[in-house]
């Protein structure tokens, strides 16, 4: 009873250093990705349509990036017992080149993307082995209560990063502040990840390189059979197929929403924040609410729910006329993007064949990082290029920018239409009372 107590304490122990990192990495997409540095890096460092085209091919570059890498060091990390040492490789990129940003002002165009996209390799590069981290701390039973947790614990760092950020923009004010904000969130993310390296324990044993290899052609082997092999779980392949399109929705709304409202609404940074904060507390709610939907009832009902929900807000986002209506939009949509990530994040960790969660999470990374080099490179292009056919026609270069986003808009409708069409004919593992159904 006694080492049941102390197995009880350490599991407990390792899930919480696993909802504090998430809780550090939520800051950075909440004040980088979202509210601060997409507006700053569109607005300031480079303006007018172009710097949605830009930032798009950003977020392309750094995903095209990451879906190339991602397989071959999913398989590595898992012969090697290694997802910890690469997390914390990725994460200090991550932090490191946040950081840098603060060096990034107006016209620094090639630094702005270069730093960005650096910090985005890392950022989502670590994605893949803490996910992967996911089916070591919990079981098939309680994934999607755990993932949930994760992802609301996480949205609440996100929340605390952001009234932070926005006490010090709001009271001081000025494009240095705006700069300061990004090195601060790089060493909040730093301090959320320290019980990570110190509580949580990888299980996962590492195998003896053979005489004559290295881990890269390992790596290579491995992931060659993975690709053969994952033909047997047609459901994986099915519910991948899936993810990637209607991912592409959920990534073009985030990666893009600070430039709609400051496009649509003449938002400034003060009231983009505010806009963040709140799509990250009622993601907190979100990510809570459909992780219960998922453990409790079925994680496809959860992810179709969730699905269904964004499909509105994208309709209303076309047609909405004012900043009132936009905020409650934007709410309504943070519950329920973080249902689709958490949820699909979950998805995977029950179609993975047991010790290989890592090569099927590279292999999810690679659907989510393509889906994000299409999505977001479609939206950019879209919105610049209708932005200028509408100037060609007389319109007015404000008006035509705010035509050229709600044409763009339409397409985030698109994909996760077809996405949720496709996920119609997966089947996913149903578990109740410890007994699969």
Known sequence: MVVDKILTKQAKKERWAWYLYDFGNSAYAGVVLLAVYSAYFKGQVVGGARGSWLWGLSIGIA????????????????????????????TSLNIVFTALLFFV????????????????IGYRSGQVFYNSLLPEISTQEDMDKVSGNGWAIGSAGGVICLLIVLALITTIGGTLIVRFSLVFTAIFYAISTIPMWIWLKEKAKGEVLPAGENYLGIGYKRLRETVKSVRQYKEFLKFILAFLVYNDGVLMMLNFAAIIGAVLFGMDQTQLIIMMLIVQVTSVAGAYIFGLIADRSYSKNALIFSLGLMLVCVVLLIVVQNLTQFYILAGVAGFALTGVQSVSRSVVGQLAPSGRSGEFYGLFAVAGRTSSFIGPTIYGYLAAWAAGWYVSQGQATLLAEQN????????????????LVLLLRVKIPRYNKNKEI
């Open 63 to 90: 995903m095209l990036t990451v879906a190339l890498i991602s397989p071959i060091l999913g398989t590595i990390a898992d012969f090697s017992g290694s997802k910890k040492k690469l997390l914390f490789i990725f």
């Open 105 to 120: 002002e107006a016209g620094d165009v090639f630094i702005g993307m270069l730093f960005f996209i650096l910090a985005e």
């Open 404 to 419: 050229g986003q709600r044409l763009a808009v339409v397409s985030i409708g698109v994909f996760l239409v077809v996405g």
